[in-house]
């Protein structure tokens, strides 16, 4: 299938590793020019090194503060600057951390409000001047599947990320006519550092094995294993693409089969 991605410009962030890094990687197979943020330096230069290695094509690091507004628009202007321009954003930033609604205070909720909500409302305000004036885009959130069935342990992660995908959807309306897309990728169980994390918690928790954790998470997983970045990476890559430019304001969730919920 030709995705229609060569020559075109990707911002994507929170991708030195995990979901990000897979979409990038597959942007920047498909012939994209790759412009990766993370906030690790060292990380993100190393991710970029790679990709560019397995890839062949150029691939841009950046230091990025997902929660800082400046950090943004520099990533931005680093970005037009070396490529020309955006035509593809995709919107990520780490999970806030685990926890019941005892467990955080006021400072708590507004460090995950500037995280993970208003880290994506200022990526896509800052990237849509460039889209506007190349008459088009094509932007992909990045959620969770908590955003239909909340998770236990992650009530941050549960609010906040279901402000994105509302917002995913509110813009997706409004940036039609401009020919923007907006989509949301909702991953479930995808074999992430975040998600072995989560395991080793829940294994500690309930004092068994992170083994165990795990076998008795894929048995409730209709296609018995967790997913895998690469996978992931190739849906996202595609619902960017030109491929699938009948597609807007979707919510897809990549979980095996795992929600139950009919919409």
């Not at 005892?102 to 460090?111: L, S």
Request: charged share 20%; hydrophobic share 45%; aromatic share 6%.
């Amino acid at each position: 299938m030709e995705l229609g991605l060569h020559g075109k410009v990707a911002m994507v962030a929170a991708s030195s590793r995990g979901l990000g890094f897979g979409i990038a990687r597959e942007l920047s197979r498909a012939g994209a020019l790759v412009s990766i943020g993370a906030r690790t330096e060292a990380d993100v230069f190393d991710a970029a090194e790679t990709l560019a290695e397995e890839t062949g094509n150029e691939v841009l690091a950046n230091v990025l503060d997902a929660a800082d507004p400046d950090s943004i628009s520099q990533w931005m202007e680093k970005t037009s600057d070396a490529f020309g321009g955006v035509d593809l954003l995709v919107v990520n930033a780490g999970g806030p951390p685990a926890g019941d609604f005892d467990d955080f205070d006021d400072g708590d909720w507004q460090t995950a409000f500037e995280l993970t909500l208003m880290s994506a409302i200022r990526m896509i305000r800052t990237v849509l001047p460039a889209m506007r004036t190349a008459g088009g885009g094509s932007i992909l959130t990045i959620t969770s599947c908590s955003a239909k069935e909340p998770i236990d342990f992650l009530l941050l992660s549960n609010v906040m990320r279901s402000g994105v995908t509302s917002l995913a959807k509110s813009l997706s309306q409004q940036l039609a006519p401009e020919n923007i897309r907006v989509n949301n990728l909702m991953p479930g169980r995808i074999d992430t550092a975040r998600i072995q994390s989560l395991d080793q918690m829940n294994a500690k928790a309930q004092g068994i094995s992170t083994e165990k954790i795990k076998a008795t998470i894929e048995s409730d997983i209709p296609l018995g294993r967790y997913g895998t970045i690469e996978e992931f990476g190739r849906i996202g890559a595609f619902l960017l693409s030109d491929a699938a430019n009948y597609i807007t304001g979707q919510t897809l969730a990549i979980d095996g089969g795992s929600i139950k919920t009919v919409w």
